[in-house]
T-cell receptor, first 112, second 111 residues
Framework: EPEVTQTPSHQVTQMGQEVILRCVPI?????FYWYRQILGQKVEFLVS????????KSEIFDDQFSVERPDGSNFTLKIRSTKLEDSAMYFC??????????FGPGTRLTVT | QKEVEQDPGPLSVPEGAIVSLNCTYS??????FMWYRQYSRKGPELLMY????GNKEDGRFTAQVDKSSKYISLFIRDSQPSDSATYLC???????????FGTGTRLKVLA
């Protein structure tokens, strides 16, 4: 069964460093998303991406964040200058329509 | 009032029991309702997706939506220890890509 994959599974970085989280969505999906989940808290929407542009973003997704689909298969989330409060699980998701979003296993980001 | 509310549990039931998981919401614009299962330190796994009011059944799982009460439920029949996980409800209004999640209910099915 096709699934969303994410790399790395765990990323440790120092405050102020840039990180890139990578995702390979399900191959025939057209909509791509990033969510995050701070430990013990709910899953929160960051951004959606369709037709090579951001279609919607939350107030969390500020200028420190960017997304890109550099080729036909990868979808990336970049955090330019990480802060301690960026420590969280980051989930990529994809879907064929706006709904029925399928999530990847997540990347645990630890900012020290 | 929180947009989506969900009892965090934990909810402990014996194997074979019928489990009822619920969410309430305040935003009447929500039209799409999803249930996800999340094992510890894993990604949410889509279980059920319903649009508007009504029931939907898939194997041992039944999802119910009551828009008039702003209340959704997930029923699990013949629960198994492997069902032990956190169950997340998620909702979306028409015209938006954003899911709003509940905090999740932790379920333990005891063998």
């Amino acid at each position: 069964e096709p699934e969303v994959t994410q790399t790395p599974s765990h990323q440790v970085t120092q405050m102020g460093q840039e990180v890139i989280l990578r995702c390979v969505p399900i191959s025939n999906h057209l909509y791509f998303y990033w969510y995050r989940q701070i430990l013990g808290q709910k899953v929160e929407f960051l951004v959606s991406f369709y037709n090579n542009e951001i279609s919607e973003k939350s107030e969390i997704f500020d200028d420190q964040f960017s997304v890109e689909r550099p080729d036909g298969s990868n979808f990336t989330l970049k955090i330019r200058s990480t802060k301690l409060e960026d420590s969280a699980m980051y989930f990529c998701a994809s879907s064929t329509t706006k709904y029925e979003q399928y999530f990847g296993p997540g990347t645990r980001l630890t900012v020290t | 009032q929180k947009e989506v509310e969900q009892d965090p549990g934990p909810l402990s039931v014996p194997e074979g029991a019928i489990v009822s998981l619920n969410c309430t919401y305040s935003n009447s614009a929500f039209q799409y309702f999803m249930w996800y299962r999340q094992y510890s330190r894993k990604g949410p796994e889509l279980l059920m997706y319903t649009y508007s009011s009504g029931n939907k059944e898939d194997g041992r799982f039944t999802a119910q939506v009551d828009k008039s009460s702003k209340y959704i439920s997930l029923f699990i029949r013949d629960s198994q220890p492997s069902d032990s996980a956190t169950y997340l409800c998620a909702m979306s209004a028409g015209g938006t890509y954003k899911y709003i999640f509940g905090t999740g209910t932790r379920l333990k099915v005891l063998a």
